[in-house]
């Protein structure tokens, strides 16, 4: 083969141009790896959302519910109930996010139905997930089983009147919450 023949052979073969990598170069971004971020951030920012209206219904509800409760029933003093209150900030804040989840998981599960339906949902959420933690509670503090006993007859009497009335208000706050979302959601879009 002869130098020229080679040289045309060679011609044919496409050759890209050499391609320089700077180190300092920041990847394209794309219309894709755009909305990915902001998805991620809005799935954030919505968790974090239904955590705050999460803590706020669980400790506005308990707190509203444990006024006459502790103040007019129990005798307390106000100096006592705002230290009881205060603690129940801290507990009720740690416990807002899971109940609202574990409902979900329930409704999710069972459905929902009509207001009778509604009410023993709501009340058997309440009791399945604070009886065992009031429980503990309890054994934690010392109580005898007596003490357990009778204070866990009280507290499911307590919560089957309980349960519908915080699913009511829980699901109203959501309500609300979603339509003043959309509502400003909508605005940004415009």
């Known amino acids: 083969m002869s130098p020229q023949s080679l040289s045309q052979a060679t011609d044919a073969i496409p050759v890209s141009p050499p391609v320089m990598v700077l180190e300092d170069e920041q990847p394209v971004e794309t219309p894709q790896s755009t909305n990915t971020r902001l998805n991620r951030r809005r799935n954030r920012r919505t968790r974090w959302n239904e955590w705050l209206l999460d803590v706020f219904a669980m400790n506005s509800f308990s707190w509203a519910i444990a006024i006459p409760i502790e103040v007019m029933l129990a005798g307390m003093s106000w100096n006592e109930h705002l230290k009881v209150r205060l603690l129940a900030v801290v507990f009720n804040t740690l416990i807002a996010r899971p109940f609202s989840v574990y409902r979900n998981w329930v409704v999710a ?13 709501d009340t058997f959420v309440f009791l399945s997930f604070q009886l065992p933690l009031y429980i503990l509670n309890m054994v934690l503090g010392g109580a005898s089983s007596g003490e357990i006993a009778t204070a866990c007859i009280t507290f499911m009497l307590i919560a089957g009147a309980l349960g519908r009335p915080y699913g009511m208000y829980l699901d109203c706050l959501r309500h609300l919450w979603l339509e003043r979302r959309t509502a400003a959601d909508s605005a940004v879009a415009n």
């Open 109 to 121: 599960r069972i459905g929902r139905g009509g207001a009778f339906r509604n009410y023993a949902l």
